[in-house]
């Protein structure tokens, strides 16, 4: 396999370290355990689907890697953005029909920011780092998509009467609902621009401590954990704009009239950053 | 005539609400009274298109509403919900959001007397004045597109009596000097009287005139 200056993996880990690492884990179950949060369960199933899906993912990508195929590249990437709006939409369920917004925005979120990334010219156009950048994009406007609509369909719900409201003056539907795009928009990006914001300070981005760890040159992680940051941020708000926009005309008739709301959509906690 | 139900159904949340209902609506003041759940905030709902019949017609003023621009129909037909929904920011600005969506002119310190509210309260946050100041504020604001009908869902249902007396003494002093149409629902058959020129009674298909009618 061709390998590329500054990314060549330096250290090789035994399954045995895995294992080892999982005295950690012990620790959260115990700190669940002692303080009855009752998250010792979610504890097991995160760590054993971490695992499988890493592991599976990990031979997907050494055969991608392998074959170099742009194809197959395209395939990976649309099966992560139909599984990414499928677990984004159990988070909007407030949000009627959100599968399909969620799929355009984060389809035109990934194509679009790994578009000028490759036009840019900071890396080629090879499975190696099409597969991680796009997986990193599509999972960061995931996260952002899905709290955005969680926060839609929660302050439609809560805020009905003022909506109704203002339609009620004449509003269309798109300015009765202004105010709460525009929170459901901030909802979406202030965790990873809050996170842009303290990076080096509080912690260092996956990325730079993986190219680290791998050998690279301190200069060369940091220029390519910003490239990485500033494509986020761009993805994330790309994702969440499409996502809320595209959401938000559900609720709505053509006659600027706000549906019904459906009563068995139940409030969920707002997913966290992972 | 002002608005015309005929063979009106309404359905919501999958219940039918009202079913076949016709009735007559004239100028001046009208009062609807029935019972909670008989469909009273509905029928509001459906004289400004906040929704629609599922079968039936509603027309206004001789033509069907569908036909209306819904937008203009909104501004020419306001309003008032039976709780306060106030809008971020000022009562000035609450005042002025629907004229400016419109891009109208509007006198603040006009509307907010005619609601019986004093202009001192314009740069005041609406959201935190009393329920009673928040009420005469969505009054003011709906007043501030100039409309020819009023709709008034149980606007005094959450207000204190001194309050409630206020405000009905306002809709008077609306209905004397603007020869503002109105139309109010309420479950509360003495208010209907006291601020009607005709009150009605929503029942399952019909609209009945109330024998204490006075006009």
């Known amino acids: 396999m061709a390998r590329d200056k500054g990314m060549t993996a330096a250290i090789h880990i035994e399954l045995g370290t895995v294992a080892a690492t999982l005295v950690l884990v012990a620790v959260a179950v115990a700190v669940a355990r002692w303080e009855r949060t009752h998250l010792e369960g979610d504890i097991g199933v995160a760590v054993a689907r971490s695992f499988v899906q ?167 992680a940091v220029r390519l954990q910003l490239v990485l940051l500033y494509v986020l941020l761009g993805a994330v708000a790309l994702a969440t704009l499409l996502a809320v926009l595209l959401s938000r005309r559900v609720f709505f008739t053509a006659e600027h009239q706000l549906r019904e709301l459906p009563a068995f959509a139940r409030r969920v906690p707002h997913p966290r950053r992972p | 005539m002002l608005f015309e139900l005929e063979g009106v159904t309404a359905i919501r949340g999958g219940r039918v609400v009202f079913e076949n209902l016709d009735g007559v609506l004239l100028g001046g003041a009208t009062g609807i009274v029935g019972p909670s759940g008989v469909g009273k905030s509905t029928l509001l709902r459906l004289l400004n298109r906040l929704a629609d019949p599922s079968s039936g017609t509603v027309r206004y003023r001789g033509r069907d509403l569908r036909e209306r621009d819904v937008l203009a129909l909104r501004r020419e037909v306001g309003l008032v919900s039976q709780l306060p929904a106030s809008l971020e920011g000022s009562v000035a600005d609450n005042v002025l959001y629907g004229p400016r969506l419109a891009d109208r002119n509007a006198d603040v310190v006009a509307s907010l007397r005619l609601a019986g509210l004093d202009p001192a309260f314009a740069p005041r946050r609406a959201d935190a004045l009393s329920v009673g100041e928040q009420q005469r504020v969505m009054l003011a604001r709906a007043l501030a597109l100039q409309p020819s009908v009023l709709l008034l869902d149980e606007p005094t249902s959450a207000l204190d009596m001194a309050t409630t007396t206020s405000i009905e003494a306002t809709l008077h002093d609306l209905r004397d000097r603007l020869g503002l149409s109105f139309v109010l629902v309420t479950h509360d058959l003495r208010q209907a009287e006291r601020v009607a020129d005709r009150v009605l009674t929503l029942e399952a298909r019909a609209l009945h005139a109330w024998p204490a009618t006075k006009a």
């Open chain 1, 54 to 220: 890493l592991t599976l993912v990990g031979y997907l990508i050494k055969g991608i890697f392998a074959s170099n195929s742009l194809a197959w590249v395209a395939l990976l990437l649309a099966v992560m953005v139909v599984f990414g709006a499928f677990t984004a939409r159990r988070r909007a369920s407030r949000v009627p029909h959100a599968f399909w917004p969620l799929l355009v925005a984060l389809a035109i979120a990934a194509s679009a920011t790994l578009a000028v990334v490759l036009m840019i010219g900071v890396f080629p156009a090879k499975a190696r780092y099409l597969v991680p950048v796009g997986g990193m994009v599509i999972g960061n406007a995931m996260t952002a998509a899905a709290v955005a609509l969680n926060r839609l369909g929660d302050d439609v719900h809560d805020a009905a009467g003022r909506i109704e409201a203002t339609l009620a003056l004449g509003a269309t539907a798109t300015e009765a609902m202004r105010p709460i795009t525009r929170r459901s928009l901030r909802s979406g990006m202030i965790p990873l621009i809050d996170s842009t914001k303290t990076t080096g300070l509080i912690f260092f981005p996956g990325t730079m401590v993986g190219m680290l760890l791998a050998g690279a040159s301190p200069t060369d």
